[in-house]
């Protein structure tokens, strides 16, 4: 029995089989955690929800910020993007079981191996979270994308204010920071104010922000976090962290990290990706 965490899919159903295979994951024995954007961008986004799907039990699956996204165009909230490939899912004789598998997907997940905890996210942690207070979250989140409210949610969803985490936040400014947060930050300043602007990597961290995870005193640092959604940070495999989106969608690769004994026994796993989309 082996645990596999793999990183952004965005739609590229022919490299996660390849992948699946390359591992010879076995729905029976294994198990697997997609750490979101499971689709969009890339060819076959039907293809990977179909895929994941019928893998039941044995594949759990966050929701990235594109998985929102399709969401909010399926209830009519924003139009398609020039760079969406979402069309195939919304003509779909399957649409309807589809998005609603997608919205009961988590938010957070969260393990104990080897005494230690792991903290699965799409994006990121705020630095005054725990690893409770991030499950307590993600929960309240889940909760309401499960809901009939679900479509009221989603229209007050996207927006990068407030920046900023407070214990005080109730409703819709409270869901999107931790929409926000969970799904869409890379950097944030010391106090915490996350960044929408920046998709560059850590080599090119702004004046004033720091990557999220290297926030002094951020309140997670004895776990291990990890994540994806960041293609220009690429691979990072630290003792607190492990960075999993190798730009698949871009012409990278896709990765699946197998988990051992304990959260610092990690192999790393790669296929090759054709390029869907020029980066950049
Ligand atoms: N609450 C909310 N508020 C607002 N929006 C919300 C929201 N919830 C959901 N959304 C949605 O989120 C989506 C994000 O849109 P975008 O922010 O436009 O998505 P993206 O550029 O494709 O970034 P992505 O998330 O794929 O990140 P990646 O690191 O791979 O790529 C980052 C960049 O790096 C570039 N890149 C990747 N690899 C590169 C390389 N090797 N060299 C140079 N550039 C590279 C890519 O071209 C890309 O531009 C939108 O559809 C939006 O509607």
Redesign the pocket.
Known sequence: MALYLIG?V?GCDAALGRLLDTLDFSPSRDRLVLLG?LI??GPDSLGVLRRVQALGDAARSLL???D??LL?VAHGV?KP?R??TLAPILQAPDRDALLDWLRHRSMALHERIGGRDLLMVHAGVLPAWTVDATLAHARELESVLRSPDLGAFLHE????VPDAWSDGLRGTARL?VI??AL??LRFCSAAGVMD?ET?DGAAETPAGLLPWFDVPGRRTAEAVVAFG????LGWLSRPDLLST?T?C????CLTAVRIGATLQDRERIDVRCEQA????
């Open positions: 952004d965005q954007d969009n961008r990235g910020n594109h929102l996204h909010g924003r993007g760079r969406d969803m996207y927006g990068n999107r929409v926000n799904t869409r929408f998709k959604h960041w293609s220009t989106d730009g969608v871009w012409g990278g989309q020029p980066p950049g």
